[in-house]
Nanobody
Framework: VQLQASGGGLVQAGGSLRLSCAAS????????MGWFHQAPGKEREFVAA????????HYADSVKGRFTISRDNAKNTVYLQMNSLKPEDTAVYYC??????????????????WGQGTLVTVSS
């Protein structure tokens, strides 16, 4: 499985961005797809995840009500719609895949494949 993240950029506080994670390979229906972020000097943190097969989702408390994760089966792509962005959302965002069928994990070490990261900068 190969993952390619895109869509990052510079946005003002209160603005929106949509990140994309294009997946290539086989067997996507068996994976949980996650988004993590890592700010300078901080550990990588869970943001959101979706079960590719079931469509169930899970969010970090800090993004509930602002971010939405979704998938497009035909395009093998997972999206992270980020609204009402805050300066503290500034980080490199990574997409990841966990061979887990439906169980959504929130720890980075549970994920098997990672994309290259895309930088999101939110100015105040």
């Amino acid at each position: 499985v190969q993952l390619q993240a895109s869509g990052g950029g510079l946005v003002q506080a209160g603005g929106s961005l949509r990140l994309s994670c294009a997946a290539s390979g086989r067997g996507f229906s068996s994976y949980v797809m996650g988004w993590f972020h890592q700010a300078p000097g901080k550990e990588r943190e869970f943001v959101a995840a979706i079960s590719w097969r079931h469509g169930t989702t899970h969010y970090a408390d800090s993004v509930k009500g602002r971010f939405t994760i979704s998938r497009d089966n035909a395009k093998n792509t997972v999206y992270l719609q980020m609204n009402s962005l805050k300066p503290e959302d500034t980080a490199v965002y990574y997409c990841a895949a966990d061979y887990a069928l439906a169980t959504i994990e929130t720890q980075p070490y549970e994920y098997d494949y990672w994309g290259q990261g895309t930088l999101v900068t939110v100015s105040s």
